[in-house]
Nanobody, 121 residues
Framework: QVQLVESGGGLVQPGGSLRLSCAAS????????MGWYRQRPGNERELVTA???????DYADSVKGRFTIAKDNAKKTVYLQMNSLTPEDTAVYFC???????????????WGQGTQVTVSS
């Protein structure tokens, strides 16, 4: 019933920009932290950035100064603005969110299916 839907991935040249979005939908009571992870070819999934319900943010060192996380609480959507992209940013990007449903009262982490970002000239 609850799902996260990602969009915005694609092919971009080095130095370019992309903006990813992730919208939560379903029988949602509240949303806690939301974030972005990525999985580079041959590597484990890693945290890119996250934002808490009280708007604290965290960024991986590799993306500080280039990526920005933002959210629209009314739209239940989190965004990832990616600037100055390099081939090292090529990965499948995943959205996740801590979501509470009312009936039954429960909280768990949900994941999107992932969207491919390819940085190449």
């Amino acid at each position: 019933q609850v799902q996260l839907v990602e969009s915005g991935g694609g092919l971009v040249q080095p130095g370019g920009s992309l903006r990813l979005s992730c919208a939560a939908s379903g029988s949602i009571f509240s949303i806690g932290a939301m974030g972005w992870y990525r999985q580079r070819p041959g590597n484990e999934r890693e945290l890119v950035t996250a934002v808490t319900s009280d708007d604290r943010t965290d960024y991986a060192d590799s993306v500080k100064g280039r990526f920005t996380i933002a959210k629209d609480n009314a739209k239940k959507t989190v965004y990832l603005q990616m600037n100055s992209l390099t081939p090292e940013d090529t990965a499948v990007y995943f959205c996740n969110a801590e979501i509470t449903v009312r009936f039954p009262p429960s909280r768990k982490t949900y994941w999107g299916q992932g969207t491919q970002v390819t940085v190449s000239s």
